[in-house]
């Protein structure tokens, strides 16, 4: 997002991939116009919030006609910079890293993985999900227009990683190990423990169950 759109809280911000790819479905399918009301449904996020969301990038719905999906569109593209295409590399081919490969990320977003590293020699040379994979230690070789990466790395190696990338110039960390690293503040890192996310769930419905609709 570019210095224009930095007034829009980080919370909306969070959830313009998620109004983004809905709005993007309505469009292909020939849809006009959407009311928040019918959006809230979809996206599962309060009406109000919404339109509150939506008042920070000037697109203010009229009663009885609802948002012009077309003008959305084109914000959240520029927005999100849906227009270009960012590249990633992905470092650590196993179980996780093999599913990414094989995942098509341009299908909802303009995001590309690029090229992908191991250690592990018998790897190295081959493509998976038309991804070529190439040697860790080459690293700083391929990141040339590079700027996000996705750990999918055993934790011990995280850190020693996510140095180099830095060292890289890469500006953004999908960090799927449970390992917490350390990065310059000019980096951002997400963080997703697939292990805890599933326990936290678990947690949740046990001890918060949902037996009415809540908003
Ligand atoms: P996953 O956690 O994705 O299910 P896995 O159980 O198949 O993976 P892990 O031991 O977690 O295997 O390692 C993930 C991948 O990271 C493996 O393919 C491994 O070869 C690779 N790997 C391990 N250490 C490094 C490293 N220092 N640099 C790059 N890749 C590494």
Redesign the pocket.
Known sequence: MDAENAKIPQATAKRLPLYYRFINNLHSQGKMRVSSKELSEAVKVDSATIRRDFSYFGALGKKGYGYNVEYLLSFFRQTLDQDETTNVAL???????TAFLNYNFMKNNNTKIEVA????DDRIGQTVGGVPIKH?DDLEKHMDGISVAIL???SS?AQG?ADRLVEAGISGVLNFTPARITVPNSVRVHHIDLAVELQALVYFLKHYPLDEEED
């Not at 470092?91 to 890293?97: K, T």
């Not at 590293?117 to 592990?120: G, L, N, R, S």
């Open positions: 470092i650590g081919v196993g179980n996780l890293g590293f191991d250690a592990k860790i999918t790395v055993p190696a990683i």
